[in-house]
């Protein structure tokens, strides 16, 4: 059920990161732990795309959830390797080219 995602490519993670709800984030991130291996974590929960190319990551930044968004970043700096931060967070471009700081430019308030 973690893992299971919707026809848009998203599992409750990325859902509930995007949503911004970041104690259901965590609640699932420990149920995680305890069921998944740590490669599983890493690719189906902070590095897995929806169908427009976007992270979890960047659609928290969508949505401008910047709770959802730290979250993700201590998270990520907890299991990725300084070039997957690099590559798959911090440059990483969506389907229509744009990275994390675009995104997060074109929601600030």
Request: charged share 35%; proline share 0%; hydrophobic share 40%.
């Amino acid at each position: 059920m973690l893992l299971r995602t919707d026809g848009e490519g998203m599992n409750v993670w990325y859902i509930a990161a995007y949503s911004g709800k970041v104690d259901a984030m965590r609640e699932i991130w420990e149920l995680a732990k305890k069921r998944l291996t740590t490669e599983e974590i890493k690719k189906e929960m902070l590095l897995r795309t929806d169908r427009e190319g976007r992270n979890a990551w960047h659609n928290a930044a969508y949505w401008g959830n910047v709770d959802a968004m730290r979250e993700i970043w201590e998270l990520a700096k907890e299991r990725l390797t300084t070039e997957e931060i690099k590559n798959e967070m911090l440059l990483r471009t969506e389907g229509k080219g744009k990275n994390v700081w675009h995104i997060a430019a074109y929601t600030a308030t």
